[in-house]
């Protein structure tokens, strides 16, 4: 079975400074995808950034990045210049790539001070 | 497409009333999620389909809980007798073949009083 812990139910940052959302996860998969999906009051769903297992460079997109080290399971998200709409619950997510299935963390509420 | 549409929005139910989720996945995707949000517990797999078939219904947590997929752009998430611990919002999301994306829907804020 596979399972995704987000060990950081609440976090704060200060406008425009970095912060850092951590996941960790288990499975017996050697290939697999990891996501985080930002999930603002509107409660839609929105696809920050994602990473295929088989590459080993680590995913960007703008501001975000990610921290990904396969050996120990690991796959943290950072924020830089964090802004006042990047207030929302983030989630790390895995999906294998046999069947489909998308496993959730508890997410991580992310809050942004002006 | 649309995306992936869900409804209603919201509900709100007396126990032991039958409540009916509805979700339109987007065209062509060949697989579909449902999933329970709480405070507690935060995003639950409920069950998924691949091609209209379920595939494991694992976490659905009770008898109560049923889901069906009648063709392949449409899916029900049925709970009967609903009771207050149901409350939740509740998600569907679908993913084509050879997408590495989950598409989810707005999701239903379901209210058992």
């Known amino acids: 079975a596979q399972t995704v812990t987000q060990s950081q139910p609440e976090m704060s940052v200060q406008e425009a400074e970095t912060v850092t959302l951590s996941c960790t996860y288990d499975t017996s998969e050697s290939n697999y995808y990891l996501f985080w999906y930002k999930q603002p009051p509107s409660r839609q769903m929105i696809l920050v950034i994602r990473?295929?297992?088989?590459?080993?460079q680590n995913a960007t997109e703008n501001r975000f990045s990610v921290n990904f080290q396969k050996a120990a399971k690991s796959f943290s998200l950072k924020i830089s210049d964090s802004q006042l709409g990047d207030t929302a619950m983030y989630f790390c997510?895995?999906?294998?790539?046999?069947?489909?299935?998308?496993?959730f963390g508890t997410g991580t509420s992310l809050t942004v001070i002006p | 497409d649309a995306g992936v549409i869900q409804s209603p929005r919201h509900e709100v139910t007396e126990m032991g009333q039958e409540v009916t989720l509805r979700c339109k996945p987007i065209s062509g995707h060949d697989y579909l999620f449902w999933y329970r949000q709480t405070m507690m517990r935060g995003l639950e797999l409920l069950i998924y389909f691949n091609n209209n078939v379920p595939i494991d219904d694992s976490g659905m947590p009770e008898d109560r809980f049923s889901a069906k997929m009648p063709n392949a752009s449409f899916s029900t998430l049925k709970i009967q007798p609903s009771e207050p611990r149901d409350s939740a919002v509740y998600f569907c999301a679908s993913i084509g073949l050879v997408d590495t994306e989950a598409f989810f829907g707005q999701g239903t804020r379901l209210t058992v009083v």
């Open positions: 990473q295929e297992a088989y590459k080993q």
């Open positions: 997510a895995f999906m294998k790539l046999t069947g489909n299935q998308f496993y």
